[in-house]
């Protein structure tokens, strides 16, 4: 035993070895992001799903109950509701994403600006954007739509979009307010980088992911919005198949029990949107971690 | 006799993403009724995990085991919440790091002490509560108590709400006081006043204290006895005069030979190789082997046991065991003799003159506060010039002044003769970009999260357009980063991969890439452990050497800066009220805020600390507001009525 | 003096407001005078549509149109509404108390239920109880608010035979009895309840959670406060101004909701009123209700700010934190 106690010095020390983090991996949404991907392909691919064609209106099965002919029945004018949910899916989806872009846009110039500009100009459109902010959402929609265009797609996601930025811009003006002050943008400044390198290397990378989950949201509540709409009366009009003008149709299905009219785009709705809440929920934690450099 | 605390073969874990940290590791300890112990050791070392698990207040993923764990002759392992709280605040309380966040910011003190009086005293009436919290706000000595009682935590200084946080702890009476680096985030002269506290606390009431800190200074100036913890056990344990005058574990000599404040003028400090390792799991055998010069080979084996020393004495070392050879340290264990103080006058070209720098910044509610009040110096070509002064002194918004980052409202800055804050050419403004660089304190900050090693360090070559001297900005950043003193495996790392140490090389590194005639660091050590403290620091002297680069050593730590720096200067509350080489300043101070500031300052020599008057003073008070005259050949202080020169 | 200062950037706001959205709503390309003559406006000859149109002052541009429009606001005309043909001020009067009650107290009960929702959560987190109810309530927080009027409706209404599906008291029965208007007040009120409630649980428990890990927190419990305690007496405290300027801010969000339901249920309320000036460009009234909206927006927010500064005392003026080393 003595020879132990030589003297050796020091020795490197081992290197210590790396657990798989069992638990980030645990953390995404499997399920959710499964059924978003099939959900997409399904509407993307709609003609290689749908048995037959959504527009198509079967007089003689009108409101039939699911069955095997009519997998989720037909409606009141005898379109066949499995198709139309594909092809509805479509234009919710796109709604879903063209508004979340348009306001992705505006929202980060608004709020760059307004974080990397004066007092005066920040308080401006701070100050601007509360005003705009202060009539419920769906009036404003209501407005614009009508102000707008008529009950397409693209004018949907347009005005959509036009209301749903100052969420994001305040959050993306926080973090450029924040950011601004950070040690590493103050040692940029130092060594005399410009606005554009600032922007482009330090800013964007570092609140991209904080208002990615924004974003998500903001898809979201498009997509209710349009549903929401359309459901009214005054979105995409009832030739125009969307999940919300679907159920348009509502108030006579149930009237007369015809549940499914209702239930079965409702459900796929709400599917949809508490996938993309997941998959939101998931970004959120990502960003909160900010481990997504490693 | 029966002690107030025992603990015997204490372990705790942390069930973490990365696998199951070992934060403490079979801890033996007591503590006898109204004994003050201080438990030493680095960031991560275990010391809060072992308070928290004696509070019974670990958080939800951690599991604790012990064969004992007794406070006042109670078994409290496996103890009910509700039985507990019982004993929490009558028995054993708390004091916590961060006095900013130790307080409900929506209460006012007064109802926070009372509340904490009648927790344990439920039927005591109002005004009688109202009473002893007064009393409490006496006894720890908070001026004024009965204008404090009905404030805010948001209009107390730090100091003065760690002073309400220790009346909170105190209000039931405890017989044990667990302090978790009550004074690291507070001024020396702050700290030497709650570290005086607690010692009269202890000879008033009786209550004994585990006093958690990272610096021995502290521990030597107000602990009866000292455990030194690393890697989550306790390598060395004895009364205070023990460990400080005859250390026996290699990790004692290594924390006590790389503390500045115990080193000659001109003399490098020891720095201890290497980082603590990681706890998840721990290394096999002795977890300071891999950054021990004197580690036997049974060291990477077997744990060493607990060897005694004396009977109050024992260190956790195989270097103890009768079969090992004799190896013995040389460690300073006193302080050195100072040197002869030079009086000279600074020569050489000058490189950057400031000259009455004066900055307010405005306050919410009309009020403002003066960051600078007319600050004028000259630094020299090659010199290190020292700055120092305390949280709030104006130190780190001169920095950014001298860098263009802050626009100061009067006064000029002019470097190398161009008036930085003037109309500038292309050229100049291109010159200063690239002259001068800075370090900031905090280099998790600093550093684009982003952003790689490799990438970081080349960015303000990238940014100026500059042709990498060795071929590639990576051969560039590769070239610097070896010169700091990390390998190339370092290149493709990111910040949060890095620890401390590391990523203040990196932002040093970074600096240097633009090989800078001036370079500043604005506490550049603040941030770091004392073995990590004394690396940066012996990695500064040893690039100024090497490089020749001018250098503004921004700090608050008074040691750090006397080892470092040719001439020093001291700010307080904006203005600057001493300037002198420093050995002078050291030997004679002349204005009474370095006086004030050198007595605060705890010494790593508990023999001398006991032999200290306590400490007392208003910070607010002091005299500052005559020139800055020169009282000795290179000696300039301002010196008001009452102050005679020497 | 603050409050003089703060009433001035209220009444500009307004008038921004009212700008802008009588801008907006004269841009649409909709035909007023339909809402005001109906289906004979399409069989309007060229001169009668010019007379109409004058009549009415839609003849001008729309600047003038405005300030005409801001004139008679100021002497207490708000103009009529198309399509009642009754001043807009009675038409809203007629209506504001379905609304105030689906909405006010709709609102009260998500205010209250959330607080408690979160508290709960926040004091068992991560136990099996905050589990199942993250869970519960993610779901019902994806729920568009019209479908879950519509299974409401299906269920109890048209299912089972339990509830009226629609207005705010039985036909005939003016005004309604008390117990009446309950009953047609339990469908629309849970719609608006469960559609909101979630989100605002789930930021409660959040803020919350965050408090616990606050110093004081760890610090009052190793005074011997119980968790409960601390939960309620410190915790709660340092989340109420956050809590209730989200809430403020969350209003216009809340009262969308509201509208929605109200049309689902033809409910007899602003929203259902909103719905019809916006889609028929009813413009006085529409202007009139986007105003009302906005203005209780405003006044919320500024209440809010008033609460928050009573209980946190950092939000006061003047007595902010000590300047720690800003140099």
Not at chain 2, 8 to 15: G, P, T
Not at chain 3, 277 to 296: H, P, W
Request: hydrophobic share 45%; aromatic share 8%.
């Amino acid at each position: 035993m003595d020879e132990g106690f030589t003297l050796v010095g020091m020795r490197p020390a081992e290197p210590s070895r790396p657990v798989p983090d069992r638990r980030r991996r645990g953390g995404i949404p499997f399920l959710s992001l499964a059924f978003l991907a099939a959900m997409i392909l399904g509407c993307l691919f709609c003609r290689l799903v749908m048995p037959v064609d959504p527009g198509y209106m079967d007089l003689a099965n009108c409101a039939r109950a699911p069955g095997r002919a009519f997998l989720f029945g037909t409606d009141a004018m005898g379109r066949d509701i499995f198709s139309m949910i594909w092809y509805g899916g479509r234009a919710s989806l796109a709604v879903g994403f063209l508004a979340a872009a348009v306001s992705a846009c505006i929202a980060v110039a608004v709020g760059t600006v307004c974080g990397l500009g004066p007092d005066w100009l920040d308080g401006l459109v701070m100050r601007l954007t509360e005003i705009f902010l202060s009539i419920p959402s769906l009036l404003l929609v209501m407005l614009l739509q009508a102000a707008l265009s008529r009950s397409t797609v693209a004018g949907i996601a347009l005005t959509v979009g036009l209301t749903g930025w100052p969420r994001v811009a305040k959050v993306v003006r926080a973090q450029v307010r924040q950011l601004r002050q950070s040690g590493y943008v103050v040692a940029a400044r130092c060594m005399g980088s410009g606005l554009f390198h600032l922007l482009w290397r330090h800013l964007a990378p570092n609140f991209f992911p904080a208002i990615l989950f924004m974003v998500v949201m903001n898809v979201r509540s498009a997509i209710t919005a349009e549903a929401t709409l359309s459901f009214l009366g005054v979105g995409l009009p009832l030739e125009v198949i969307s999940w919300g003008s679907m159920l348009s149709q509502a108030e006579g299905a149930l009237t007369s029990g015809a549940w499914w009219i209702v239930v079965i785009p409702g459900l796929f709705l709400t599917a949809t949107l508490l996938a993309i809440t997941q998959v939101g929920e998931w970004l959120r934690r990502r960003a909160d971690q900010g481990g997504d450099a490693l | 006799m029966e002690k107030l605390l025992q603990i015997e073969h204490l372990s705790v874990c942390f069930d973490a993403p990365a696998g199951t940290v070992e934060a403490v590791r079979d801890v033996t300890l007591d503590l006898a009724a109204g004994e003050i112990l201080a438990l030493v050791g680095e960031s991560g070392c275990g010391k809060s995990a072992l308070c928290r698990a004696v509070m019974g207040l670990l958080p939800a993923n951690a599991r604790m085991e012990a064969a004992r764990l007794s406070v006042a002759g109670t078994d409290i392992r496996g103890l009910r919440e509700r039985d507990m709280r019982r004993l929490r605040g009558k028995v054993f309380s708390m004091v916590l790091q961060d006095p900013m966040t130790s307080l409900d910011p929506t209460c006012t003190v007064g109802a926070q002490i009372t509340e904490a009086v009648r927790s344990h005293a439920p039927k005591l009436g109002k005004d009688e509560a109202r009473r002893r919290a007064l009393e409490l706000m006496e006894l720890v000595k908070l001026d004024g108590a009965a204008a404090r009682y009905d404030r805010y935590p948001g209009e107390l200084s730090g100091g003065q709400r760690q002073l309400v946080v220790l009346a909170i702890a105190l209000a039931s009476g405890p017989k044990l006081l667990l302090a978790d680096e009550p004074t690291t985030a507070l001024d020396v002269t702050v700290q030497a006043q709650i570290l005086d506290l607690l010692r009269d606390i202890r000879r008033e009431l009786g209550t004994a204290a585990v006093l958690v800190t990272h610096d021995l200074a502290v521990a030597a100036r107000a602990a009866d006895r000292v455990a030194v913890m690393y890697a989550g056990k306790i390598v060395e344990i004895g009364r205070a005069e023990e460990v400080f005058g005859d250390p026996r574990h290699p990790y004692t000599w290594g924390l006590l030979a790389s503390l500045p404040a115990l080193a000659k003028k001109g003399e490098s400090l020891y720095a201890i190789p290497g980082m603590p390792p990681t706890l998840a799991p721990p290394p096999k055998g002795d977890a300071f082997a891999c950054r021990n010069e004197f580690a036997l080979a049974i060291d990477y084996e077997r744990q060493p046991p607990m060897f005694p020393v004396t009977d109050t004495h024992f260190a956790a070392t195989w270097l103890l065991d009768p079969r090992a050879p004799k190896v013995t340290r040389s460690v300073r264990t006193g302080l050195p003799d100072a040197a002869e103080p030079e009086r000279r006058p600074p020569a050489g070209e000058v490189l950057l003159d400031v000259k009455g720098l004066t900055h307010r910044f405005p306050l919410p509610g009309g009020r403002s506060v003066l960051a600078l009040d007319g600050v004028s110096f000259q630094i020299r070509k090659g010199e290190i010039f020292g700055l120092v002064g305390q949280s709030g002194s104006g130190k780190s918004t001169l920095a950014r002044c001298v860098m263009n980052i802050l626009r100061p409202q009067a006064g000029t800055v002019v470097y190398q003769g161009v008036d930085v804050w003037g109309r500038l050419s292309r050229a100049e403004r291109r010159m200063l970009r690239t002259d001068r660089q800075i370090v900031f304190q905090d280099s998790a900050g600093s550093l684009d999260p982003r952003m790689t090693a490799s990438e970081l360090i080349a960015e303000p070559l990238a940014v100026n357009h500059v042709v990498p001297p060795r071929g590639s900005l990576r051969a560039e950043a590769a070239f610097q980063l070896h010169y700091v003193g990390l390998d190339p495996s370092y290149l493709d790392k990111y910040p949060a991969q890095l620890s401390g140490g590391q990523r203040q090389r990196v932002a040093i590194a970074r600096a240097l890439a633009m090989e800078p005639s001036l370079l500043v660091a604005d506490e550049p050590l603040a941030a770091l452990d004392a073995s990590i403290q004394a690396q940066i620091l012996e990695l500064f002297k040893h690039l100024q050497a090497q490089h020749g680069f001018t250098f503004l050593f921004i700090a608050h730590d008074l040691a750090a800066v006397r080892h470092l720096c040719d001439r020093v200067g001291v700010l307080y509350r904006g203005k600057l009220v001493e300037l002198a080489p420093t050995e002078e300043l050291y030997v004679n101070p002349l204005h009474p805020y370095t006086r004030a500031l050198l007595e605060a300052a705890p010494l790593p020599d508990p023999v001398r600390e006991r032999r200290r008057p306590p400490c007392r003073f208003d910070e607010a008070a002091f005299d500052r507001s005559g020139p800055l005259v020169e009282a000795a050949l290179g000696h300039f202080a301002v010196l008001g009525g009452e102050e005679a020169a020497p | 003096m603050s409050v003089i200062k703060r009433l001035l950037a209220f009444l500009l706001s307004l008038l921004i407001l009212s700008a802008a959205v009588f801008w907006i709503a004269r841009l649409a390309p909709g035909d007023p005078l339909i809402s005001y003559y109906g289906e004979r406006a399409e069989r309007l000859s060229p001169a009668d549509r010019a007379r109409a149109e004058a009549a009415l002052g839609l003849d001008k541009p729309i600047h003038v149109q405005y300030l005409r429009w801001l004139q008679n606001a100021l002497r207490g005309d708000l103009g009529i509404s198309y399509k009642y043909k009754q001043n807009v001020l009675t038409v809203i009067g007629d209506r504001i108390g379905n609304t105030l009650l689906l909405g006010g107290v709709g609102y009260l009960l998500i205010f209250s239920l959330a607080l408690a929702l979160g508290l709960v959560c926040a004091r068992w987190r991560d136990r099996p109880l905050d589990k199942i109810l993250c869970k519960l309530g993610t779901v019902t927080a994806c729920i568009p608010e019209f479908w879950l009027s519509l299974l409401l409706i299906l269920v109890f209404s048209v299912t089972l035979r339990w509830l009226p599906s629609s207005g705010a008291w039985s036909l005939g029965a003016d005004g309604g009895s008390a117990a009446d208007r309950l009953r047609h007040l339990a469908l629309p009120m849970t719609a608006v309840v469960a559609g909101h409630l979630w989100y605002y649980a789930y930021t409660v428990r959040n803020l919350v959670t965050e408090q616990m890990g606050a110093g004081y927190v760890l610090l009052e419990r190793a005074e011997g406060l119980s968790r409960g305690r601390i939960l309620l007496g410190h915790c709660l405290r340092n989340v109420l101004p956050s809590y209730l300027t989200i809430m403020a801010v969350d209003l216009p969000h809340i009262l969308g909701g509201t509208y929605v339901v109200e049309t689902v249920f033809s409910y007899p309320g602003i929203g259902t009123l909103s719905y019809e000036s916006a889609r028929y460009q009813d413009y006085d009234l529409l202007m009139v209700l986007c105003l009302l909206s906005g203005a209780a927006v405003m006044v919320c927010n500024m209440l809010a700010q008033a609460v928050s500064r009573r209980v946190d005392p950092r939000m006061g003026a003047g007595m902010d934190g000590e300047v720690t080393d800003r140099g």
